[in-house]
């Protein structure tokens, strides 16, 4: 599961690779916007199942070649446990880690235009409760158990302007926890989950070099 995680250095090395074109900067600096997201963990079962999340963002445009953003997530990360892994492990058949985080990064477009890539880089702190996907068993307890967990974030986006005020993007983000108890497992390895989905977002304000 977790080998994925190799793959995406070469894949944000390909985007950044597509050059660079004449900058366009926006009138408007800020922009709010929502995505939709579908989630897979890397942990150390066997079974990951995709789950789904959600985010709410406010970017500001810094320059033409760099913004910065902040974000609150939250969303659902399973597990389903094969029969030896239940024996060993005493945990039921499926696990469910809800989860909330603040996100802050800077995104750098590769090109802009009216189709942009962007790569973007920063870290989150997430808050997580793992339980049975059934929520009726209580769990065996970990020692040193904490539900707190920074995290670093890798992603690569895709931005369309529909007109001067909107955009649909598609984006997916690389989550580096620096915990291993995301998935609740005893003794292993940080966890990390990816991210995946599309929004909308809405500019908004005025540039200062335009007033």
């Not at 406010?58 to 320059?63: A, F, I, K, P, V």
């Not at 969303?75 to 469910?96: H, S």
């Not at 603040?102 to 477009?109: A, F, H, Q, R, S």
């Not at 235009?113 to 769990?139: C, M, Q, R």
């Amino acid at each position: 599961m977790k080998n994925s995680i190799k793959y995406w250095p070469l894949a944000l090395l390909i985007v950044f690779s597509a050059g660079r074109s004449a900058a366009q900067t926006s009138e408007h600096p800020w922009s709010l916007g929502i995505d939709g997201l579908a989630n897979i963990l890397q942990g150390d079962y066997n079974n990951h199942p995709l789950s789904f999340s959600g985010d709410l963002y406010l970017n500001y445009d810094m320059g033409t070649w760099f913004s910065l953003s902040a974000a609150f997530s939250l969303g659902e990360l399973k597990m389903k446990l094969d029969p030896n892994e239940q024996e060993r492990l005493g945990y039921p058949p499926e696990l469910r880690t809800d989860y909330t985080s603040l996100e802050l990064y800077g995104v750098i477009p590769i090109y802009t235009a009216v189709f942009t890539p962007e790569i973007f880089l920063g870290a989150e702190l997430v808050h997580f409760n793992t339980k049975s996907a059934d929520g009726a068993a209580p769990l065996p307890a970990i020692p040193a158990f904490k539900n707190d967990a920074f995290g670093i974030l890798l992603g690569l986006a895709f931005e369309f302007r529909i007109d001067s005020r909107f955009s649909a993007t598609a984006k997916t983000i690389l989550h580096l926890a620096m915990t291993d108890h995301l998935d609740y497992y005893p003794i292993g390895s940080n966890d990390a989950f990816t991210t995946f989905g599309a929004g909308i977002s809405y500019r908004f304000g005025k540039d200062s070099a335009s007033q």
